[in-house]
């Protein structure tokens, strides 16, 4: 699943007409960055939720065909937080375990080990595997904290930053009432008290591409080290 549904306040004046994750970094929507890496991973089947001018990220990325997947939408009346999109798209998603990405933030992580988390959780063990990165200078007190044993705590020393991207169980949000916004961090410091997260410390590029000084730096980046595309993606113009 990839999380679309966010207004992107601090972006502003971009986000106005535009979807925070279409907009472009290194010749290529945020989006397609993660449906690209996704895809080399071996997901073909997407779930994306939105709700700020959700049509014309159902304009630009159709059913998905365009990018070898199918993408499947959760439209939400209003943005129901993390945990609350997550627990609205759970008939598209299953009762196996799935990977969760944020759509607002670049990381050029292997999604093939999130794969291989997601199978290893079950709801009797494990309900969630968190990518954990760096404390970025804008987050420096980090999220949480990942002991020798590869668990995830909510208190503790050093800490690092969850990422956005992660695998989840099923049975995580089956508590939520569908419909009804609800934050993600206190299902996970729930679950962290009782044993029932691991994580990873990926060690690579990551970047919430939370302001438009970060966007153009991202794309600066890409631009300049060859990794953006020699050609536009094949994203349908939004009208």
Known sequence: ??????????????????????LEA???????????RLRAAGFRDLVINHAHLGHRLEEALGDGAAFGVRI??????????TAGGIRHALPLLGDQPFVVV???????????????????????GPLAH?????????????DFHLDAAGLLHAEG??????????AYHPALFAALADD???KLAPLLRAA?????????????????????RRLAELDRELEGTGNAPPTRPRVRPVT
């Open 102 to 124: 944020n759509g607002d933030v670049f990381c050029d992580a292997d999604f093939t080990s999130l794969r291989a988390a997601a199978e290893g959780l079950h709801a009797d």
């Open 72 to 81: 499947a939408w959760s439209p939400e009346a209003s943005a129901l937080e």
């Open 180 to 182: 009804t916004p609800a």
């Open 192 to 212: 962290m008290n009782a044993g029932q997260v691991t994580g990873r410390h990926h060690a690579g590029r990551w970047i919430d591409v939370g302001t438009p």
């Open 157 to 166: 020393a050093p800490r690092l930053t969850f990422s956005g991207l992660g």
């Open 1 to 22: 699943m990839i999380l679309a549904a966010g207004r992107g306040e601090r972006m502003r004046p971009l986000t106005d007409h535009t979807p925070k994750p279409l």
């Open 130 to 142: 968190l990518l954990l990165v760096d404390n970025p200078e804008h987050h420096p007190k980090g």
């Open 26 to 36: 290194g010749g290529k929507p945020l989006i397609v960055w993660h449906i690209e």
